[in-house]
C-alpha cells in the first residue's frame, strides 16, 4: 500500500478519502475523459458499453493515453494480462523505454503493442491444440475489462486484461469461451424480450458477484508444513478438540490483527476499483469470506482474479499465508466461491427479480423455467465445470453442497412452478382459483424464498447462488457453461414459443403451454430439503440425477456428444477447444494427485515416521529403565509402546505402498494409500509428544494469530 494513503477514520473527513482513491489505478471510463479527445473516448465507450466493435483507428491514441496516464502512476512497464488454462494468470512486462539513438531514452507505447502481444504459447496447457515446438501465441485486447496498475516494490506495471489464442486461432485461455457465451446468452435474451414486446435496443447481459472464502495462517507455521507448501493443503493432521463445532466463530467479532489485514486488503481492492463489500469470519476459525457488488460477468470474474492476487500479497505484508486451497483442513470446512448471477435484460431489468406487475411476473417465471430446464438438462456439465481434485475434497463435506447438482426455490416459488404445470393459480389465501393467462398471475413477493445453503444451485431472491464452485478456481468455465446451457434452453424455449405464434396461438396461451410443458418435464431437479442427508442422494438416484463423486469421471460430461454439438451451435467451443479443455483438466487432476501423493510420503518418510521412532526409543528406554530398576511396568504403559510400534508399522507400510502406487502412477491406488497412511499418521499424532511431533497442529494453525 502507498505510503501516502491513510487509513479511513485517522482525521476529519478521511472517509472522503476512500471514495477519492477508489479507482484510482484503473484507467477507467473516468480517467480516460482526462486523457482521451472525445472522439476516441465516445468510441471506446461505446465498445465497453454497448458492444460494439473496436475502431482500430484509436489505437494509438489510446495506447499513448494509458502510457502517459500509468507513468504519471510510476509505472515503467505494461504487459498483457492474461488467463491460460493454468487456472491463474499470466504476464510478461514489456518496458517502455526505447533508445532515442542519442544516448538517452524514449518512453513509447503504440497501438498495436495495444492491440496485440506474443508470448510463447507452448509453455502453456493446451491439450494438444499446440505442439511443443509450434510456440506462436497471441494476446489481443480485451477493452472492455479496463488496464490496471500493479505496484511493485520499486515501481508499477500497466496491466492490461487480454484473451490469448494459438496461431491457428483456437482459444488457449479461459476467457475467449467466455466471451463468446456471453454472446450466445446476450442474443438467446435478446429474443425472449421482444416476444416479450420489449422494443429497447439496450444490451443484455448476465451479472456476478463471486463471495470468496479464504483460510489465514501464520507464515511460521505454513514454512514449516512441506504439505502446504508443496499442495497447498493438510496431507497430515488431526482435527482439535474445539474446531468448529461450537459455532462461535461465524461473523464473530474479527480479531484485531485480522481486522488490519482486512482494512489493508480493502484499500488495495479499492483502488483495483474492485467494489469490495462485506467482509467477515467464516464458519471454521481461521477461515474468512469478501463478497463485492454485483458486476457486469466478465469484469466480475477479472476482478475475482485480482481479489485472489491481493488476498495473498497482502497477507504477506501481516506475516499470514492465504490459503486458496479448496480444502486446506481435514474435518472441517473446506473454501468455496459461491457465483451469484443473475440477468439484466435489455429493459434495462433484472429478469431475476419478480416484476412490478403480472406481465413482469411472468417474465421472472419464464427465466426460472428456462433455469430449470437447462439444470435438469445439463447437471453433468455443471458438475463438470467445477471439477479438480482440490474440489473432490469438498463437495459435500462440512458446509459445502454435495455432488449431486439440484436447484433450490423455496417453497413458495415452489408451489408456483407447480400451478403453471396446472395450468392453474391460486391467491395466497387459498380463496380463489385463476385460470392462468399468464396476465392473471398472482402477485409475486420480492423475498419469498429462505436461504438454503446445502443446495449447489439456489434462488436467493433476485439471483442464482452456485455454490459449487471452488475457492481456487477461476469463475470462468463455471460461467461459460452456465451462460451456455441457458442460451441453449431459452432458444429452445423461444423456438416453440415461436411455433405456436405461426399458427395463430395468443402469446399469453403460447407461453403458458411451454412453461407447464417444462416444469412438467423438469421438476425433478427442484429440492428445497437438506442437500446434506443420505435420504436425499438416495431420494435423487430415485429420481436419475446424477451424484459424480471424483473429477475423472465428472469431465467424461465436457466430451459427450450432446455437450459437444450445443457448445459448437454457439459457438462457445469447438469440437478441437472442448476436447483440449477435457485433456488439460484431466491431466491436471492426475498430476495434482501424484504431487500429493509423493509429498505426502516424503513427509511421513522424512518427518513423521522418525518422529515416531524416536518415541518408541523414549518407551523402550523408559521400560528398560523399570526393569532395571526392578519396577514391573504396567500393562497400560506395555500398551502404549505396543500400539506406538503398530502404528509406526503401519505408516511404513503405508508408504511403501504409496510408493509403489506413484511408480506404477496408479491414481485410484494413490487416493488409498495417502488415506491409510493419514489414518496412520493422524493416530500417531495423538500419542508422541509434542515436542517431538513435527508438524505444526491443526489448533496451532487454526487458532494462534
Not at 25 to 45: D, Q
Not at 165 to 179: C, I, N, R, W
Request: net charge negative.
Amino acid at each position: 500500500m502507498s505510503a501516502d494513503i491513510k487509513k479511513p477514520g485517522t482525521e476529519a473527513g478521511e472517509a472522503n478519502r476512500v471514495t477519492e482513491l477508489f479507482g484510482e489505478n484503473v484507467f477507467s471510463i473516468k480517467t480516460m475523459r482526462n486523457y482521451l479527445g472525445e472522439k476516441a473516448c465516445n468510441s471506446l465507450v461505446a465498445t465497453i458499453c454497448q458492444g460494439h466493435s473496436l475502431d482500430p483507428s484509436i489505437a494509438d491514441e489510446v495506447a499513448d493515453a494509458m502510457k502517459t496516464w500509468a507513468i504519471s502512476r510510476g509505472a515503467t512497464h505494461f504487459t498483457h494480462w492474461f488467463q491460460p488454462l493454468t487456472g491463474a494468470t499470466a504476464e510478461k512486462h514489456e518496458a517502455f523505454v526505447v533508445p532515442d539513438g542519442n544516448g538517452g531514452a524514449l518512453m513509447q507505447f503504440s497501438g498495436k503493442e495495444l492491440i496485440q502481444g506474443e508470448p510463447d504459447a507452448s509453455s502453456f496447457p493446451s491439450g494438444g491444440l499446440r505442439s511443443t515446438f509450434e510456440a506462436r501465441g497471441y494476446t489481443a485486447w480485451d477493452p472492455t475489462s479496463p488496464a490496471f496498475i500493479k505496484e511493485g516494490v520499486n515501481s508499477a506495471t500497466l496491466c492490461i486484461p487480454t484473451v490469448f489464442f494459438g496461431y491457428h486461432g483456437e482459444s488457449l485461455d479461459k476467457k475467449v469461451p467466455l466471451l463468446r457465451s456471453m454472446d450466445a446468452l446476450s442474443a438467446q435474451i435478446d429474443r425472449l424480450g421482444r416476444l416479450f414486446g420489449i422494443k429497447t435496443a439496450a444490451r443484455a447481459y448476465a451479472t456476478l458477484g463471486p463471495e470468496q472464502e479464504y483460510f489465514l495462517i501464520d507464515r511460521e507455521y505454513f514454512d514449516a508444513r512441506l504439505d502446504l507448501l508443496q499442495t497447498g493443503r493438510t496431507l497430515f493432521g488431526r482435527k482439535p478438540a474445539k474446531h468448529q463445532q461450537m459455532e462461535d466463530h461465524y461473523f464473530g467479532a474479527i480479531k484485531n490483527r485480522v481486522l488490519s489485514f482486512m482494512e489493508d486488503l480493502d484499500l488495495e481492492l479499492w483502488r483495483l476499483g474492485i467494489p469490495a463489500r462485506t467482509r467477515h469470519n467464516e464458519v471454521c476459525p481461521a477461515q474468512f469470506e469478501i463478497a463485492p457488488i454485483f458486476e457486469e460477468l466478465n469484469l466480475a470474474i477479472d476482478h475475482n482474479m485480482l481479489v485472489m492476487d491481493t488476498l495473498r500479497q497482502v497477507a504477506e505484508k501481516h506475516d499470514f499465508v492465504c490459503l486458496l486451497h479448496e480444502k486446506p483442513f481435514a474435518g472441517v470446512n473446506g473454501s468455496g466461491k459461491h457465483n451469484n448471477w443473475s440477468i439484466c435484460g435489455p429493459d434495462g431489468k433484472n429478469w431475476l427479480s419478480p416484476g412490478s406487475n403480472p406481465r413482469e411476473d411472468a417474465k421472472f417465471l419464464t427465466m426460472i423455467c428456462v433455469l430449470m430446464q437447462a439444470v435438469d438438462k445439463h447437471a453433468d456439465l455443471l458438475r463438470a465445470s467445477v471439477a479438480s481434485a482440490r474440489n473432490d475434497h469438498r463437495l459435500g463435506a462440512n458446509e459445502a453442497p454435495p455432488a449431486i447438482v439440484s436447484i433450490f426455490l423455496g417453497e413458495e416459488l415452489t408451489d408456483v412452478i407447480a400451478q403453471l404445470e396446472k395450468g392453474e393459480s391460486r391467491e395466497k389465501n387459498g380463496t380463489a382459483t385463476l385460470h392462468l393467462g399468464v396476465s392473471s398471475l398472482p402477485r409475486l413477493a420480492k423475498d419469498m424464498t429462505d436461504r438454503n445453503r446445502t443446495s449447489p444451485f439456489a434462488f436467493t431472491g433476485n439471483k442464482f447462488e452456485f455454490r459449487a464452485v471452488g475457492s481456487n478456481q477461476s469463475c470462468a468455465l463455471p460461467m461459460t457453461v452456465l451462460n451456455t446451457i441457458v442460451a441453449e434452453s431459452l432458444d429452445q424455449i423461444c423456438s416453440r414459443i415461436e411455433a405456436e405464434l405461426a399458427k395463430g396461438v395468443a402469446f399469453n396461451a403460447a407461453l403458458q403451454m411451454v412453461l407447464a410443458d417444462i416444469s412438467h418435464k423438469h421438476k425433478r431437479i427442484l429440492f428445497n430439503g437438506d442437500n446434506y442427508t443420505a435420504e436425499w442422494r438416495k431420494e435423487a438416484a430415485r429420481r436419475g440425477l446424477p451424484n459424480i463423486r471424483a473429477t475423472p469421471e465428472a469431465l467424461k460430461a465436457l466430451t459427450k456428444k450432446e455437450s459437444v454439438a450445443m457448445f459448437e451451435k454457439y459457438k462457445v467451443f469447438s469440437p478441437r477447444e472442448i476436447e483440449s479443455r477435457y485433456e488439460v483438466y484431466l491431466h491436471e487432476y492426475l498430476k495434482t494427485v501424484q504431487i500429493e501423493a509423493q509429498c505426502a510420503g516424503t513427509v511421513a518418510r522424512t518427518m513423521i515416521i522418525p518422529a515416531a521412532l524416536e518415541y518408541q526409543n523414549r518407551l523402550g528406554a523408559t521400560l528398560t529403565s523399570l526393569k532395571t530398576g526392578g519396577v514391573k511396568a504396567s500393562k497400560s504403559t506395555r500398551d502404549l509402546l505396543s500400539q506406538v510400534a503398530r502404528l509406526t508399522d503401519d505408516a511404513l507400510v503405508a508408504a511403501l505402498a504409496l510408493e509403489k502406487a506413484v511408480s506404477a502412477e496408479s491414481t485410484d491406488k494413490m487416493l488409498t494409500g495417502m488415506a491409510a497412511l493419514r489414518a496412520a499418521a493422524d493416530e500417531l499424532e495423538g500419542l508422541v509428544p509434542h515436542d517431538l511431533w513435527p508438524l505444526p497442529s491443526y489448533a496451532e494453525m487454526l487458532f494462534m494469530m
